[in-house]
């Protein structure tokens, strides 16, 4: 019974050579343990015997990739990389200064419906402060903290939580009102639960939510 | 597969340094040595090649743009694990988002799931006894709980170490192993005599 215990060691292949020895030693008077090594090693062959058939991707990444290296979110790198790109800015900002314009000298009717949108907007919302103890969780070095929940489409970019004097990091943006779930991203891929939620739920994926009940 | 990546780890390094001072043509070892464990995570995930493709080179061309974030600590397919990780959980959640009709979960169904038989066995009876075994190894891990599901996928489909495992899901070593030994028993238990 003593070595029985040892089953989940040998198992993990992190017992002594000697352990290991008397381990096996034991399969031939444990009928219960012998079975489960046995199954455990069916199951670990038919592991190995799932082949996934990856397609070969290399050369359609490497022709995606930029000739030169530019870093993450260097707006002005990915302006100058491709021409393309610049002619997408340009006509979006073009197309935004025109909205704008529209919105300022457009009919009565219409400043009066997204002035009263936006009156309703702000009444259902309300202002959510956001705050990480980094001391709290188990990453050893935090350099970002994003928020993300199903009010910013899950988006790691969109709101991204400050520092103040090495402590806390913090963010205050609207949030409509509703029970919303929410995690934080540290590092930009890193997900926590945040820990000081009242509330969580499972996210499927083995993780937690953190529920926002406003 | 784990302890040969821990191997390779300096060879990671080098590259990532190669890429950074302008070599791109070295990322292109780092895309042919995680590839196959990278599609299978984003196939396992979405149900769909040409989304686990996508996902995939997403997750390639995320990780050369943010090189200049990596850091010497890190170990780089746990770190390029996690990113394709995150995508996959992105893309999975806006299905949720903008879907009327109810997605299937993740790995809710065992019959959906991708498998092919290694061209090993000499016949082809042979060929069916892998096959056969493997859909009941499949409905067994699809029949346990959630958390215990992606932590058996990942240890013994994507072969990663339990230190890996830690650093992806962001947990304390000991409750990934907790997590894997129970596991491991439920599934023995459910597959005893049945392989």
């Known amino acids: 019974m003593s070595v029985c215990i040892k089953k989940e060691q040998y198992l993990d292949d992190s017992l002594t050579a000697t352990e290991a020895a008397v381990f096996k030693a034991h399969l031939a008077d444990c009928a219960e343990c012998a079975a489960a090594v046995s199954t455990y090693h069916k199951i670990t062959a038919t592991c190995a015997s799932i082949v996934v058939a990856a397609p070969h991707l290399q050369a359609d990444i490497m022709a995606a990739l930029p000739d030169n290296y530019y870093p993450r979110f260097s707006f002005w790198s990915q302006l100058l990389a491709s021409p393309k790109t610049t002619m997408v800015y340009a006509l979006t900002t073009l197309m935004l200064a025109t909205f704008g314009q529209f919105v300022r000298t457009g009919s009565n009717i219409f400043t009066q419906h997204l002035a009263s949108k936006d009156n309703a907007t702000e009444a259902s919302a309300i202002e959510v402060s956001f705050q990480l103890d980094p001391t709290l969780v188990t990453v050893p070095q935090v350099y970002t903290v994003a928020v993300v929940g199903d009010f910013n489409n899950w988006s790691s970019s969109e709101n991204l939580l400050s520092q103040k004097d090495d402590k806390l990091w913090s963010l205050k943006m609207p949030v409509s009102r509703g029970i919303h779930e929410y995690m934080f991203v540290i590092n930009d891929n890193i997900w926590i639960t945040d820990p000081a939620a009242k509330q969580t739920k499972d996210d499927g994926f083995g993780s937690k939510n953190s529920i926002l009940d406003l | ?195």
């Not at chain 2, 850091?71 to 299905?95: A, D, G, H, Q």
């Not at chain 2, 029949?143 to 240890?155: A, G, H, N, T």
């Not at chain 2, 890996?164 to 597959?191: F, N, S, Y």
Request: aromatic share 12%; hydrophobic share 40%.
């Open chain 2, 1 to 195: 597969m784990a302890e040969s990546r821990a191997e390779d780890r300096q060879e990671d390094l080098l590259i990532v340094q190669a890429c950074l001072q302008g070599d791109k043509n070295s990322f292109e070892r780092i895309i042919e040595k995680y590839q196959a464990p990278l599609y299978n995570l984003a196939y396992r995930m979405l149900r769909d090649q040409d989304e686990a493709l996508d996902i995939v080179q997403e997750g390639f061309m995320r990780a050369y743009k943010s090189l200049d974030g990596f850091k010497v600590e890190y170990n780089f397919f746990t770190w390029i694990y996690t990113i394709t990780l995150n995508i996959c959980r992105n893309r999975l959640r806006r299905r949720k988002l903008f879907s009327f009709f109810s997605i299937q979960e993740y790995g809710s169904s065992e019959d959906s799931y991708f498998l092919q038989v290694a061209d090993k066995g000499p016949s082809a009876l042979d060929s069916l006894i892998v096959g056969l075994n493997q859909s009941k190894l499949m409905a067994a891990i699809a029949s346990l709980p959630q958390k215990y599901r992606f932590v058996i996928e990942v240890r013994f489909l994507d072969g990663l170490s339990y230190m890996e495992i830690a650093q992806v899901m962001d947990k304390p070593i000991g409750t990934v192993k907790t997590q894997i030994h129970r596991a491991r028993q439920m599934l023995i238990k459910k597959l005893e005599g049945k392989l």
